[in-house]
């Protein structure tokens, strides 16, 4: 593997991130791929584990945020009610290595900090002191910050509390329940109901049924993905989904959602950086 960094074997496919209320495309997941020199493409959960162990998942990061840059700084640019997500691994949320690779990357692009959306699973919070400093850093150069897979791994209510996070994804193992009466069913409607006393955004992952779709959107999830409205696409296709979905059903206005987008008041597209607005 440590060839394929060499060779940046690493494309990014974008899963497109939906408003349930409005269907808009408001935002992609980067989920990184292996394309082996023979072209078969390799799925992250067969060598993200391995690149874990081996360290080699830091470079990879800091490949994925340079295609991610890449492949959408034009985009993002001319849509600012856009975001990216970009999966961190345990190591770079208690340490933070990549909020400098990430500016540096942004720089001079004309991407908005607040159009990055960070994505931490409950692992990279074992290290609660680390990963503190690191989510405090990332909000102060205007990111967001999400807890990914919530549910499925190491949880403690009380850090849920205390950390900065603006958003939580439910696990695609309790959307999956939705609709069928199993133990985890009503587990679901407890993490809705925690994000929201915790005022996080909820992003619901997953979503193959429309009957999901409506169930979540009645009970106030924001956003969420899954093959029901798109599976990840590469950069190209991605961008013709959200020009089609924004022909369809206009331009999704610019919020500020938790921290996830700005305010339009006063702002051109090529303004000057604001201060970040964060609780
Ligand atoms: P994740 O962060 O939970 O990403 C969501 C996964 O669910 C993706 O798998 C996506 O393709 C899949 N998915 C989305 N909607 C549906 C659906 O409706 N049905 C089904 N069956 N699956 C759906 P993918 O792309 O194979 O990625 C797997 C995992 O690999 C990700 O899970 C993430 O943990 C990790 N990963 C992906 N890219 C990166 C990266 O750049 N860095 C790091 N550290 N991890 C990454
Ligand atoms: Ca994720
Ligand atoms: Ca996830």
Known sequence: MAAAVRHREFPVHYQPIIELETGRCIGAEALVRWRRPDGTMVRPDEFIPLAETSGLIMPITDQVIERVVSDLNQMLVADRSLHVAINLCAEDISTGRFLPVLAAALDHTGIWPEQ?????????????????????????????????????????????????????????????????VTATSSV???????????????????????????Y??????????????????????????????????????????????????GRGAEGPAAPATHP
């Open 188 to 214: 679901t409607n407890h993490i809705i109901d925690m994000a929201k006393a915790l005022n996080l955004l909820v992003v619901a992952e997953g979503v193959e049924r429309q009957d999901q779709a409506d």
């Open 116 to 180: 990055i959306l960070l994505e931490a699973t409950e692992r990279g919070f074992v290290d609660v002191e680390g990963a503190r400093r690191t989510l405090i850093e990332a909000r102060r150069i205007g990111h967001g910050t999400a807890i990914d897979d919530f549910g499925t791994g190491y949880s403690s209510l009380q850090y849920l509390q205390t950390l900065p996070l603006n958003a939580l994804k439910i696990d695609k193992s309790f959307v999956d329940t939705i609709g069928k």
């Open 216 to 265: 979540l959107n009645e009970r106030g999830v924001e956003l969420a993905q899954g093959w029901l409205f798109a599976k990840p696409l590469p950069a190209d296709d991605f961008i013709a989904f959200h020009k089609q979905c924004q022909q369809r059903l206009g331009p999704a206005p610019i919020r500020v959602k938790d921290g996830l987008r700005r305010p339009a008041a």
